[in-house]
């Protein structure tokens, strides 16, 4: 049954109602997604009670795994968070327009991403009141450090960068959309600051999107590098390498660019946005895709040439778990079905179509975390000095329940981040034509 207010709403355009509709009606199945997504947050919300109650030890993270999945998805969100630097930075300081209809999606998956790991570090800390000792007794010279403050640096500038893209879309949504609930319009009114489509309000936009994205470039790459630090500067095996730094930044970007493609073929198909989000679009981002993994490839056989061909001590036992031991499954399904695959069926403009692009993408996002995993526990298995007389389940790891549930409800907070973001502004810039013609006219 339809919403009689979104029957009542007139539009001024096609484009106008084709992009706005949505957030003017509620379907029942968008009803039904928000409630499983809050259902899974709930659940989370409940372990991670149970895990501040009882300590850590309600997880499976040990002496020897000191640290566990809660990790690998703080490593995961801040690859994907590149995809706004990638598309909102570099393609449009490039004036490349064909990629403009996804930047705002990129956008909002960068903050939705960023926001996840910020909070998914805090819940890896047993102890989450003692955040304020990190400011308290503030060490710069502590790669952690250079991660706090890098990552709330990006997290304020993606912000900004959003809301800036956002502004003249806003202030459409305040003018246009008049049958909507009363909170709503007075979220716009605040949001839209005075916004009137001024050509001197455009210039002023453009130059400062232009400083934002200029910003936040060298900021993206320092974020992934940091992380990256963080592991070279322990000494584990797989981490001691100087290849750590552009390996992270290369799978970063294969990895959002595989996130891209599977929200804007979910958000063409469930918004009806096919005229918006072309098949052309699909077939670009392929290509990209290929790029980026073909990148990533190299860096994957960087990484493992070394430690392979010498298979000496601990780097040896730990490249044996992964290319025949019991990571062996987990590792071959990365390379083969998240990797070498994916950039063999992309070179045909077959699989560049919207359907079958979509279910590869999903295998490299898989592929992408599962990476982020092996990067993180079998490490922390081999450490080069074994500590002594520890009991034999020391020597592995498997999550618990509450790490399973806190982990999806980590995704499920991603997602209902970028569900509600989507539900509440265009999600596909509008007012791109007025922003040209101000210019111009300025």
Same mark, same amino acid.
């Given at each position: ?11 001024? /355009?096609? *484009?106008? &109602? ?9 379907? +029942? ?15 989370? @919300? ?33 690859? @994907? ?54 400011? +308290? ?7 952690? $450090? ?37 909170? *709503? ?14 050509? &001197?309000?455009? /210039?002023?936009?453009?130059?400062? /999107? ?12 320092? $974020? ?44 063409? +198909?469930? #918004? ?68 070498? @695959?994916?950039?063999? #069926?992309?070179?045909? &403009?077959?699989?560049? +179509? ?37 009991? =034999? ?9 509450? =790490? ?13 981040? @970028? ?24």
């Amino acid at each position: 049954m339809k919403n009689p207010i979104a029957k009542a709403q007139t539009f001024e /355009s096609k *484009k106008e &109602k084709d992009l706005l509709k949505h957030m003017v009606s509620t379907s +029942k199945s968008y009803k039904i997604w928000v409630a499983f997504l809050v259902i899974v947050i709930l659940f989370g @919300i409940y372990a991670y009670y149970r895990q501040i109650r009882y300590g850590l030890i309600v997880t499976a993270m040990r002496d020897y795994t000191s640290w566990g999945i809660y990790i690998s998805n703080f490593v995961f969100y801040v690859a @994907i968070s590149l995809v706004g630097s990638l598309f909102s930075c570099i393609l449009k300081l490039n004036k490349n327009k064909w990629a403009d209809p996804l930047a705002r999606i990129s956008e909002i998956i960068a903050v939705a991403a960023i926001a996840c790991a910020t909070v998914i570090i805090i819940v890896d800390m047993g102890r989450p009141e003692r955040l304020v000792y990190v400011f +308290k007794y503030l060490r710069i010279q502590s790669p952690i $450090i250079w991660d706090v403050i890098i990552i709330n640096t990006y997290l304020s500038i993606s912000l900004l960068l959003l809301y800036v893209s956002m502004l003249p879309d806003i202030a459409l949504c305040r003018d246009r959309l008049t049958e909507i609930p009363k909170w *709503k319009k007075r979220m716009y009114r605040f949001w839209a600051i005075n916004w009137v489509n001024h050509p &001197k309000q455009f /210039s002023m936009l453009k130059k400062a /999107s232009r400083i934002l994205a200029l910003l936040v470039l060298p900021i993206a790459f320092a $974020i992934h590098t940091i992380t990256s630090w963080l592991f070279a500067t322990t000494w584990r095996p797989g981490w001691d390498s100087t290849n750590l730094g552009p390996y992270f930044v290369s799978g970063a970007f294969m990895a959002g660019a595989g996130v891209i493609i599977v929200a804007m073929y979910i958000i063409r +198909k469930q #918004l009806k946005l096919h005229d918006y989000i072309t098949v052309s679009h699909f077939d670009n981002m392929g290509k990209l895709l290929v790029l980026l993994s073909l990148v990533y490839l190299y860096f994957n056989i960087n990484e493992y040439l070394g430690p392979s061909f010498k298979m000496v001590g601990v780097e040896g036992e730990h490249i044996n778990e992964l290319f025949i031991g019991k990571y062996a499954p987990m590792y071959w399904f990365v390379q083969l079905g998240g990797l070498v @695959i994916p950039i063999l #069926l992309l070179f045909f &403009k077959m699989f560049r +179509k919207p359907l079958p692009i979509f279910i590869i993408s999903l295998f490299v996002v898989l592929g992408a975390w599962l990476k982020r995993y092996l990067i993180v526990i079998p490490s922390l298995q081999h450490p080069y000095l074994p500590i002594q007389d520890v009991d =034999e389940s020391y020597l592995h790891y498997v999550p618990t329940w509450e =790490e399973w549930a806190i982990t999806f409800a980590s995704f499920a907070s991603m997602l209902f981040i @970028i569900t509600i973001l989507i539900k509440l502004f265009p999600v596909i810039p509008i007012n791109e034509g007025n922003t040209a013609e101000a210019n111009d006219t300025h």
